[in-house]
């Protein structure tokens, strides 16, 4: 088995689509299509369908997913113990995190890394929440950072920190002007929130039904690149959104921000760790290199 071919057949099950894997790995599609069919002819059958909406695993496919997932686990971790027989600190880590905690702490982590354990290879996957949890389940990836709305309890999870929720607007808004705000001041505002189903659009639409009201939303967008744009450059617009996702926007005055109170929405940073499995010892490193950094800046993402 090659084992570049094994981690590509896993990550085109894990995306259920060829287009997306292609996309994270700055190639086109028909170079990852071509891969996947040498391999279906290595393995003697077809290991993917086609569906409207992408791919899904054959009988054969789900069968092979399955067996290869055990091997290549260990196979990753005999390769780690041999390598930390050499007294070095070796392999490659797949971090899985939240778009709005990726910068500025992949890139501290990043440096750290470079400077203490050099041979440390980070592999990095952005999605959200729910997405993450698959990822770990399915062994996609071997540490993430994401957000929990209760705080961590089990051994496969460390709290990192703390997050609260903040109303967006452009610069000078006389709303988000004062430091708290009433989440039933929402009412009535226009608003650009998530696109459903989303654990954050479900939690802020509960809060606002308990209240008795229902939130109006003028656009939905996942990305939050494209919330913040339309909040910084349209006066009267607003979104609900949390510290980490308007740092740089905040410091640079693009837009205005106030914390929701009343109920105040918290969501708990945390990093988890896959819930079978032993951690290589380069993951062990990531993991401390993370909650290391995390502790220097006062169990925040980002740098006082």
């Known amino acids: 088995m090659h084992l570049p071919t094994v981690k590509l057949f896993l990550e085109v099950a894990d995306a259920g689509s060829l287009s997306k894997v292609a996309a994270r790995r700055q190639t086109v599609q028909s170079h990852v299509s071509r891969q996947i069919t040498e391999f279906e002819n290595q393995c003697g059958?077809?290991?993917?369908?086609?569906?409207?909406?992408?791919?899904?695993?054959?009988?054969?496919?789900?069968?092979a997913a399955t067996r290869l997932r055990a091997w290549l686990q260990a196979t990753e971790q005999l390769e780690q113990e041999l390598r930390s027989e050499s007294g070095?600190?070796?392999?490659?880590?797949?971090?899985?995190?939240?778009?709005?905690?990726?910068?500025?702490?992949?890139?501290?982590?990043?440096?750290?890394?470079?400077?203490?354990?050099?041979?440390?290879?980070?592999?990095?996957?952005?999605?959200?929440?729910?997405?993450?949890?698959?990822?770990?389940?399915?062994?996609?990836?071997?540490?993430?950072?994401?957000?929990?709305?209760?705080?961590?309890?089990?051994?496969?999870?460390?709290?990192?920190?703390?997050a609260g929720t903040y109303l967006v607007s452009a610069s000078g808004d006389a709303l988000t002007r004062a430091p708290t705000l009433n989440f039933a001041r929402l009412q009535g505002l226009?608003?650009?929130?998530?696109?459903?189903?989303?654990?954050?659009?479900?939690?802020?639409?509960?809060?606002?039904r308990s209240l008795g009201f229902r939130l109006e939303t003028v656009a939905e967008a996942d990305s939050l690149t494209v919330q913040r744009e339309l909040v910084a450059r349209t006066p009267g617009l607003y979104s609900v959104l949390g510290p980490y996702s308007i740092a740089a926007e905040l410091k640079a005055g693009r837009v205005q921000a106030t914390r929701l109170v009343r109920p105040e929405l918290t969501r708990h940073v945390t990093l988890s760790f896959p819930r079978q499995g032993k951690l290589s010892p380069a993951c062990r490193v990531v993991a401390q290199t993370i909650e290391q950094l995390v502790g220097d800046w006062g169990h925040q993402l980002t740098e006082p």
């Open 45 to 63: 059958g077809r290991l993917f369908r086609r569906t409207g909406r992408g791919v899904e695993l054959t009988e054969l496919g789900a069968r």
């Open 88 to 162: 070095q600190v070796m392999g490659e880590v797949r971090l899985g995190i939240i778009p709005s905690a990726a910068h500025p702490l992949v890139t501290h982590l990043f440096a750290a890394l470079q400077q203490h354990h050099p041979a440390v290879r980070l592999n990095v996957a952005e999605a959200q929440g729910a997405e993450l949890d698959a990822m770990l389940d399915s062994g996609a990836v071997d540490l993430a950072v994401l957000f929990r709305f209760s705080k961590p309890t089990g051994s496969d999870e460390r709290q990192l920190g703390v």
């Open 190 to 208: 226009r608003l650009v929130l998530p696109r459903r189903p989303s654990q954050w659009r479900h939690a802020l639409d509960d809060t606002a």
